[in-house]
């Protein structure tokens, strides 16, 4: 089959590598009608995640039919048209009991082992495509995936609904949907939204479904800032032009927002001295969203953080964040909890997630997919990927 597979930083290629097949009684092997390229998968585009080979099959973000089913599946049926959550969940352990499925401890269990002589921690969840830190299970940029633990994930969808409508269900849509809910956003409601990619413009189409009052987003491209003000009703703030953190105050009187959502994660644009500091690896994150966030939400607000972060940050006003009484939320997203109501607001046309799509090609063609999305190029918002 054909797959987009890693080669280095910024090196992916569409290579003919080996066919899936069913492993355990529970799997189920997929052939992909649309995959997509993530805001999160430019982190491993740029060798930044720990423990990504040469080889690795991208791809957390996908959906198909099912070709073959595993003797051990009973939820799903071959000819089924499904998405696939990111998130691989056993659905029985601790953590899938309290529905909290990317803390699932049993898919992950190379990775667990390794954590806990380090630790004495759990593992996090395996993800689709998501480096060997996270499993390293092949992910779905790719003509066919094994799909494992397949009486949790996949998620049927109605004959209905074409693939644009629904394939952002694996991963950006809940992704946004926890992030606001996190942040406890409701009517009338303030929320500044650090981040104007996929996930910032989902965050904004669930924040505006809740009743949220105002909407600011943050980002230096004036193509999405117009096309978040635009489409959601977003305050857009530029701040390549102003400090974001001071324009919010100024729009708050002084207060600031009751939350903030970083929708941007570890490679923020952050300082000299951040920059410095990550070329001598002294730091593996950029601090700078989370610092603006703290700056920008009122005493007793929540800073929610779906942006991806890997390692250590430095200059964390932990401090301030302290003398405000901020609440911290954060984490992977535990997609399998959320797919029935997210599924309920596409169908009555509370959410259009499809909107944000601004380039549709073919899986051949994904190399250039990643260039284009990566240097923003072509007012590049979201590439939809399809075999």
């Not at 290579?15 to 529970?26: G, L, M, N």
């Not at 995959?35 to 999160?40: F, H, K, Q, V």
């Not at 700078?288 to 940050?313: D, H, K, L, M, N």
Request: hydrophobic residues 40%; proline residues 5%.
């Amino acid at each position: 089959m054909k797959a987009l597979t890693y080669h280095g930083s910024k090196d992916v290629r569409v290579e003919t590598v080996p066919d899936p097949r069913i492993v355990e009684a529970d799997d189920i092997l997929l052939r992909v009608t649309a995959t997509a390229i993530c805001g999160s998968d430019l982190h491993l585009y740029h060798g930044k995640i720990p423990e990504t080979k040469h080889g690795d099959i991208f791809g957390h973000e996908f959906m198909g039919v099912v070709e073959e089913a595993g003797p051990g599946v009973t939820e799903v049926s071959v000819g089924d048209r499904v998405v696939i959550p990111f998130v691989i969940a056993c659905g029985h352990c601790f953590f899938c009991e309290l529905e909290q499925y990317a803390a699932c401890e049993t898919t992950n269990p190379d990775q667990g082992a390794s954590l806990r002589k380090r630790a004495m921690m759990t593992p996090p969840a395996a993800l689709f495509g998501y480096s060997h830190l996270y499993g390293g299970v092949p992910g779905g940029q790719a003509e066919f995936v094994r799909v494992p633990k397949a009486n949790v994930g996949p998620f049927v969808i109605p004959g209905s609904l074409d693939d644009e409508r629904v394939l952002f269900l694996s991963d950006i849509l809940p992704t946004g949907y926890q992030a606001v809910l996190n942040a406890k956003i409701g009517p009338g409601s303030s929320v500044a939204i650090f981040g104007a990619g996929p996930v910032g413009l989902m965050s904004a189409a669930c924040a505006r479904m809740l009743g949220a009052e105002r909407i600011f987003i943050v980002d230096d491209e004036p193509y999405r800032l117009d096309f978040a003000a635009a489409t959601y009703g977003a305050i857009p703030i530029d701040f390549s032009k102003v400090d974001s953190s001071e324009a919010i105050l100024e729009k708050t009187h002084g207060r600031g927002v009751d939350a903030s959502i970083d929708a941007v994660g570890f490679e923020a644009k952050g300082s000299t001295v951040e920059t410095v500091m990550s070329t001598l690896k002294l730091e593996t994150s950029s601090g700078e969203v989370i610092r603006q966030c703290i700056a920008a939400t009122r005493r007793g607000g929540i800073v929610s953080i779906p942006g991806v972060y890997a390692g250590f940050i430095h200059g964390f006003l932990l401090g301030d964040a302290f003398d405000k009484g901020l609440t911290l939320a954060m984490g992977q997203t535990h997609v399998q909890k959320y797919l029935p109501e997210l599924l309920d607001a596409i169908e009555d046309g509370r959410l259009q997630p499809d909107v944000i799509i601004s380039h549709r090609m073919k899986l051949a063609d994904a190399a250039r997919g990643y260039d284009v999305f990566d240097a923003k190029k072509e007012d590049c918002r979201k590439v939809v990927l399809t075999p």
